[in-house]
T-cell receptor, first 113, second 115 residues
Framework: GQQLNQSPQSMFIQEGEDVSMNCTSS?????WLWYKQEPGEGPVLLIA?????ELTSNGRLTAQFGITRKDSFLNISASIPSDVGIYFC?????????????FGQGTELSVKP | EAGVTQSPTHLIKTRGQQATLRCSPI?????VYWYQQALGLGLQFLLW???????NRGNFPPRFSGRQFPNYSSELNVNALELEDSALYLC??????????????FGSGTQLSVL
């Protein structure tokens, strides 16, 4: 089953607002990835993080790899309607997971114009 | 450069039938992964193929199987379909193995409906 706790499950915000979502685990991860999925499509990679403490930006998106290696967050600044979708965190654990990328349950983002 | 391609886009089957889903990875990628995404749920790991071999499988029954061909494309077969197999099946590929932290790139999926 899932080993990543992602929150919040859903968010309803006004265009222009900033968004923050996070992912936590009881286990240590050595890689964190953030994906966005739109209806009828597969997840699209947004940001990849490889080192504890790493802070990476991609346009209006910023993500950080937690110092404890057990968490990560994603921020979206000045949201726009096209930010709508489901955002997933995903990670690889330190010890052998046989190629398995573990996913959070997703955060569904709705943006009101 | 073409991304991960999956076919068919939609597949409708009845209980007890078999379904075959296909995936072509990004050129140069050798690892292929299959995930199941049931409605409203996250992505559940199904299978990982690398260099033609099955390297790992998730917590799914043996009815779910697949293979990887010499050109690195892959097939997912689901036998004796059950209603709860209805889901979006996503294929992803990576240049190396996900275990080493390689990024996974996903296709648009095959929506399987079992009636």
């Amino acid at each position: 089953g899932q080993q990543l706790n992602q929150s919040p499950q859903s968010m309803f915000i006004q265009e222009g607002e900033d968004v923050s979502m996070n992912c936590t685990s009881s286990s240590i991860f050595n890689t964190w990835l953030w994906y966005k999925q739109e209806p009828g499509e597969g997840p699209v990679l947004l940001i990849a993080l490889y080192k504890a403490g790493e802070l990476t930006s991609n346009g209006r998106l910023t993500a950080q790899f937690g110092i404890t290696r057990k968490d990560s967050f994603l921020n979206i600044s000045a949201s726009i309607p096209s930010d709508v979708g489901i955002y997933f965190c995903a990670g690889h654990r330190i010890y052998n997971q046989g190629g398995k990328l573990i996913f959070g349950q997703g955060t569904e983002l709705s943006v009101k114009p | 450069e073409a991304g991960v391609t999956q076919s068919p886009t939609h597949l409708i089957k009845t209980r007890g039938q078999q379904a075959t889903l296909r995936c072509s990875p990004i050129s140069g990628h050798t690892s292929v992964y299959w995930y199941q995404q049931a409605l409203g749920l996250g992505l559940q790991f199904l299978l990982w193929y690398d260099e033609g071999e099955e390297r790992n499988r998730g917590n799914f029954p043996p009815r779910f199987s697949g293979r990887q061909f010499p050109n690195y494309s892959s097939e997912l077969n689901v036998n004796a379909l059950e209603l709860e197999d209805s889901a979006l099946y996503l294929c992803a590929s990576s240049f190396g193995t996900a275990y080493l932290g390689e990024k996974l790139f996903f296709g648009s999926g095959t929506q399987l409906s079992v009636l």
